[in-house]
């Protein structure tokens, strides 16, 4: 197998192609590719949330399935239905759009809570059981789900069951004015997505997710982090605090991260780096706190500052 970081660094380099100026957010979104973990992509219209899906699933070559979330989609319209086939004499199963390797969500906070809980399953045991048959999806298996939190009008907001399958959160922003000339530049005559290349395949991204769980992990940043997610359930502006999945998730990124930069140990400062991003969307504030102004983004800031930092040290 080629070098990790040799594949991921090609992935991020066609995917910049397409978006253009938000390194640090293509690195996250490769991230979880690594880790084999879903995507929250939460911002405004038009940042270029489904471009990236879109961009990634063409560089990898995964197969790619879009979902238009709405209040009238059905949870059967998701994982699919069996329908009878009067030659057979018996029912056949016709998958749903959820059956593919890279999965856009779109608008995912739009249909009721009934279909986003068809997503569960799908997320975490990567499976769906559509009329007591169980049917397995395929590797690898990437969900990445948009919403807008600007517009609440006709919207269910995520659950926290929902939330916390998510392995990170994004958020694009707006670019900057020199990018923002670039894009028109790029887009002038055709849009960039559609002559994007496949530069990897399905077997290098499960021989890549294979790679980042053997990045050594110190037994004190195993503590760290640990103690990190603990910090928050603790927090006194906090309702709800990281899970263990939530632990994990920091646990697997950090991994894919040290990997990116062609390192087989974690640092302390992949975990620091990478906290937010995997504890923001699972810290539920108090309703005190809401009204203080408190965010998440200062809980996790807070727990940081508050927690010892051990050293780091390469592999025993």
Known sequence: MEEPKAIADRIMANVERVIIGKERELQLAVTALMCGGHVLIEDVPGVGKTMLARAIAASTGLSFKRIQFTPDLLPSDVTGVSIYNQKSGDFEFRSGPIIAQIVLADEVNRATPKTQSALLEAMEEKQVTVEGMTHRLPAPFLVMATQNPI???????LPEAQLDRFLIRIQLGYPSPMDEVSVLDAQQERHPVDTIEQVTNADEILQLQQAVKEVYVDPLIKQY????ANATREHEAVYLGASPRGSLA????AQARALMEGRDFV???HVKELAFVTFGHRVIMSPGAKVKGITAADVVAACLSRVPVPG???RA
């Open 225 to 228: 982090i640990v103690a990190l």
């Open 151 to 157: 517009e609440y009008e006709g919207t269910f907001p």
């Open 250 to 253: 920091l646990f697997r990124t």
């Open 312 to 314: 780091a040290r390469a």
């Open 267 to 269: 640092t302390p400062d």
